[in-house]
């Protein structure tokens, strides 16, 4: 009988392990909709990420999902997401903004990268201004991509998009869509 009960308590706690805090950051019916809308692609899970970066953000008294960054991004003060869809194939990623996460929920692909999702962390970032970073400044890259702007001060919060202990990016909606500015490189 102790044998069966401690089969039964492991059964349970396995059950608990698979549980992840990725699929808490959005309605099923949302989460069924991307990966209808962008079948190449998924919803993030905690295991997406490395684990150091899950275990590092974690211990800073982050969410273990880095794959899902909530805010107020276009100051309508509703929750807005922004969501880091991982490729089915291969280790790619597209990040898509979603205004009104728990209404209507609107769509709008930000970008697409075809490496490097598992250094791929979202957050939030306040309201204010943020400047091109001094690489860029100085001339190291004199072209800007699409959206990309040398300042963006922002009335909302903004979506930080970056590589793990590496560059950043924070992205703004505002009346001219979403602008974004390197941070970090």
């Known amino acids: ?41 998924t919803f993030p899970r905690e295991y997406d990420n490395a684990p ?3 275990a590092n953000t974690r211990d800073r008294g982050g969410s273990s999902c880095l794959g899902v960054a909530t805010g107020d991004f276009d100051g309508d003060d509703k929750d807005d997401l922004i969501v880091a869809l991982t490729a089915l194939d291969g280790e790619g990623a597209m990040i898509v903004a979603i205004r009104d996460a728990q209404g209507a929920a609107t769509v709008r692909m930000l970008d697409q990268q075809r490496r490097g999702r598992r250094a791929l962390t979202l957050g939030r970032g306040n309201p204010g201004l943020y400047e091109r970073t001094r690489a860029g400044a100085n001339g190291l890259r004199r072209w800007y991509a699409d959206g990309e702007v ?12 970056g590589v793990s202990e590496s560059s950043a990016r924070a992205y703004c909606s505002g009346r001219a869509g979403w602008q974004w500015v390197q941070i970090a490189d």
């Open 150 to 161: 040398e300042r963006l001060d922002c009335p909302n919060e903004v979506a930080i998009i």
């Open 1 to 41: 009988m102790s044998r069966w009960i401690f089969g039964l308590m492991l059964m349970l706690g396995a059950g608990q392990a698979l549980a992840d805090s990725c699929t808490d950051q959005a309605p099923k019916a949302l989460r069924t909709r991307l990966e209808s809308q962008f079948p190449d692609f």
């Open 52 to 54: 150091a970066d899950v």
